[in-house]
C-alpha cells in the first residue's frame, strides 16, 4: 500500500463520483477565470462544509486528520476550488478546537455553519508581514461593546459566497489600547465591499478578491478576541495556526499527488525513437525523475496525518508547536513545487500549452509561496524555538 491509499479518510465526504466531476470543471473555471459555483453547491449539498462541526452543532463531526486526508482529495481534483473551501474549513476547525478545549467563544460559528452559513478568512493585509501579531486596519470600539472595522484585506478565497467574515484589526482607542481585534461582520453590512480584481496566474476559482472595510460592524457578541499585539500562546491564535497550516498543506499534497500521477500516465503513453519506440517508462532518466517524485510526495502523507492527529489529540507539544505547523506548510508546498516540475520535465512540451493540466498545476502550485507561513517566517520561528530569539 503506498502513503497515498494509507492516507484515505476512515470517514469520507468527497465520493469518487464528486470528484470526477469537480475535476471535469476545473479547467473551464480556470480557463474563464469562474468562481466554481457548480462545485461549491453539490460541496454544500454533500455536507462537506460541515465536515468539521460537531454533530451536537449539526454537523458531520469528522476529525481535522480526516479533513485533511479529504482535501488532499479534493486538492488533486481541483487545487482553486479547494483552496477556497479551505478558507471556511479553517474557521469551523478552529471554532471547533476550541470547543473541545473548553472554549464555547465560537460555538455561535459551529451554530451557524451547522444551519449553512459559509465563513470567509479576512486577516490578509499588503505589506502586514506580521500576520495575525499585527494589523493595518482599525478597529473601533463601540459604545454597545461592538467594533467597527476599517481597511483593506487581500486573498479573501471564497469571496462571491461567504455569509460571514472573519477579520481583525487594531484598536488604538480603548484604555487598554492597543489591542488586536478579532470579530465577524455579515455580509450583508453596508460598511463591506470587495472589489472584483481576481486576475491571476492560478489558483483562478478560488476568486480570492480584494475585501474593503469601511466602519463594518461586529455586534458584541461577535467580537471573540482582543488581544496584545505582538506574538502569544492564546488558543484562538493556536487554533488559526493549526487549521490554517495543516489544511492548506494538504490542499498543496493534493497537487503534489495529482502531478505524480499525470507524470506516470505521460511516462507510459510517451514513446522514444532513440529506444526503438518504447515507452518512456522504460527510459531510466525518466524513471529517476518519477522516483524522485514519488520520494518526496509520500515523505508528506505521514507528516501531515501526525501533526493533524496531535491537533486532534490535544497533544502537548509546547513550544515545538509552531516550528511544527510552519514546518509542515512550508514542506508540503516546497515539495508540491518540486514534484509539479518534475511530472513537467518527465510529460514534455505538451504541458507548455494553455489548457493542459500540468500547466495548470505549475501556474496553481506557485502560490503555496505567498501563503503565510512564508518560508523566511517559517525558518525564523523554528530557528527560534532551537536557539532562542536573537539578542538585542
Given amino acids: 500500500m503506498t502513503a497515498a491509499e494509507n492516507s484515505t479518510p476512515t470517514r469520507t465526504v468527497l465520493t469518487a463520483e464528486l470528484l470526477e466531476r469537480i475535476h471535469g470543471r476545473a ?9 466554481f459555483t457548480e462545485d461549491f453547491d453539490e460541496l454544500v449539498a454533500a455536507g ?9 452543532f449539526g454537523g458531520l463531526g469528522l476529525s481535522l486528520q480526516d479533513v485533511a486526508r479529504e482535501q488532499v482529495r479534493l486538492g488533486a481534483a481541483a487545487p482553486a476550488t479547494a483552496l477556497a473551501v479551505n ?3 479553517v474557521w469551523t476547525g478552529v471554532a471547533k478546537a476550541l470547543h ?3 472554549d464555547s467563544g465560537l460555538d455561535f460559528l459551529l451554530e451557524e455553519a451547522g444551519r449553512g452559513e459559509v465563513f470567509g478568512f479576512g486577516i490578509s493585509e499588503a505589506g502586514n508581514d506580521l500576520m495575525l501579531f499585527g494589523s493595518r486596519s482599525v478597529a473601533a470600539p463601540q459604545p454597545d461593546g461592538g467594533y467597527r472595522f476599517t481597511g483593506t484585506k487581500v486573498f479573501t478565497s471564497l469571496s462571491p459566497a461567504y455569509t460571514r467574515l472573519g477579520t481583525m484589526g ?3 482607542e480603548s484604555a487598554d489600547a492597543p489591542k488586536i481585534v478579532y470579530g465577524f461582520v455579515d455580509r450583508d453590512d453596508p460598511g463591506l465591499s470587495r472589489k472584483d480584481d481576481w486576475n491571476t496566474l492560478g489558483m483562478r476559482a478560488s476568486q480570492s478578491q480584494t475585501t474593503v472595510l469601511d466602519a463594518a460592524y ?3 457578541d461577535r467580537v471573540v478576541r482582543r488581544l496584545d499585539p505582538g506574538p502569544n500562546a492564546d488558543p484562538l491564535i493556536f487554533a488559526i495556526f493549526a487549521n490554517f497550516e495543516i489544511l492548506l498543506a494538504a490542499v498543496y499534497t493534493g497537487v503534489g499527488k495529482r502531478a505524480l500521477e499525470l507524470a506516470v500516465a505521460s511516462a507510459h503513453r510517451r514513446t522514444s525513437m532513440k529506444n526503438d519506440g518504447r515507452s518512456l517508462a522504460q527510459d531510466p532518466d525518466i524513471r529517476w525523475r518519477i522516483a524522485d517524485a514519488a520520494i518526496a510526495q ?10 493533524a492527529a496531535a491537533v486532534d489529540g490535544q497533544a502537548d507539544l509546547g513550544a515545538q508547536w509552531f516550528p511544527q505547523l510552519v514546518g509542515i506548510k512550508v514542506r508540503a508546498t516546497e515539495t508540491a513545487r518540486e514534484v509539479v516540475d518534475q511530472a513537467i520535465r518527465v510529460s514534455g512540451g505538451g504541458s507548455y500549452f494553455a489548457g493542459n493540466e500540468l500547466g495548470r498545476l505549475y501556474r496553481d502550485v506557485l502560490a503555496g509561496i505567498f501563503h503565510p507561513s512564508d518560508a523566511e517566517s517559517a525558518h525564523n520561528t523554528v530557528a527560534n524555538a532551537w536557539l532562542g530569539p536573537i539578542e538585542a
Wanted: no cysteine; proline share 8%.
Fill in 170 to 172: 487594531l484598536d488604538t
Fill in 87 to 89: 478558507m471556511h474549513l
Fill in 100 to 102: 473541545e478545549r473548553g
Fill in 298 to 307: 509520500d515523505a508528506i502523507y505521514p507528516q501531515l496525518d501526525a501533526i
Fill in 218 to 220: 461586529a455586534r458584541p
Fill in 48 to 56: 462537506y462544509l460541515r465536515a468539521l462541526v460537531p454533530t451536537k
Fill in 27 to 35: 479547467e473551464g473555471y480556470d480557463r474563464d477565470n469562474a468562481f
